[in-house]
């Protein structure tokens, strides 16, 4: 089966942009979470979508806000883009919850200048 | 609430020596927990996780960790580290009553000199 795939892999906007990321999971998986990875902050946990329903939400302004379609893509989408945005977005599928191994992609790496 | 903290930021060590990179909990309920490595610009990939039964985990590349609920740790540990191992370690937590949400650490670096 091919990997969790993300698009674009590479990103630059300037403050106050908006900009929307993508997702593929792997093939049958219904959960995707994401995280944001920052040199300053580490890896935290954005929010999980599974069959379409936002699950859970991690602390993060009302900016950041996603979605899963029914074929279990997901985008994320952060509006009024500001400096401290620029970061690693990971994208990771589960074929559901309770300890399923979660698969991540390779990333989506955004610089806002 | 939960939190990980990984006490190492980075680890050096020689090429062939054993390590253990340390990790500690706090939830006040019952956890899964994990070990990611990511490699640079890669995205993360898991060593291994527990979930219940037998402390002693094994994982892939030589890995294996030990779940101890009595002092909130599972350590990773390999017995000869390779120079591929070089990369940054994650230990991460999750409960059954929080869907997917991972709680990460800080990370350690791990460094294997030739």
């Known amino acids: 089966k091919a990997g969790v795939t993300q698009t674009p892999r590479y990103l630059i906007k300037t403050r106050g942009q908006q900009v929307t990321l993508s997702c593929s999971p792997i093939?049958?998986?219904?959960?995707v979470s994401w995280y944001q990875q920052t040199p300053g902050q580490g890896l935290q946990f954005l929010f999980e979508?599974?069959?379409?329903?936002?699950?859970n939400k991690g602390n993060f302004p009302g900016r950041f806000s996603g979605r899963q379609f029914s074929n279990s893509r997901s985008e994320m989408n952060v509006s009024t883009l500001e400096l401290g945005d620029s970061a690693l977005y990971l994208c990771?599928?589960?074929?559901?919850?309770?300890?399923?191994?979660?698969?991540f992609g390779p990333g989506t790496r955004l610089l806002v200048l | 609430a939960q939190s990980v903290t990984q006490l190492d930021s980075q680890v050096p060590v020689f090429e062939e020596a054993p390590v253990e990179l340390r990790c500690n909990y706090s939830?006040?309920?019952?956890?899964?927990l994990f070990w990611y490595v990511q490699y640079p610009n890669q995205g993360l990939q898991l060593l291994l996780k527990?979930?219940?039964?037998?402390?002693l985990v094994k994982g892939i590349n030589g890995f294996e960790a030990e779940f101890n609920k009595s002092q909130t740790s599972f350590h990773l540990r390999k017995p000869s580290v390779h120079i591929s191992d070089t990369a940054e370690y994650f230990c991460?937590?999750?409960?059954?009553?929080?869907?997917?949400?991972?709680?990460f650490g800080g990370g350690t670096r791990l460094m294997v000199k030739p």
């Open positions: 990771a599928s589960s074929e559901g919850q309770g300890g399923k191994t979660q698969y």
């Open positions: 093939s049958g998986h219904r959960s």
């Open positions: 979508y599974f069959s379409e329903t936002q699950r």
């Open positions: 939830s006040s309920v019952s956890v899964y």
């Open positions: 527990y979930l219940s039964g037998s402390t």
């Open positions: 991460a937590v999750s409960s059954n009553n929080a869907g997917n949400m991972l709680t």
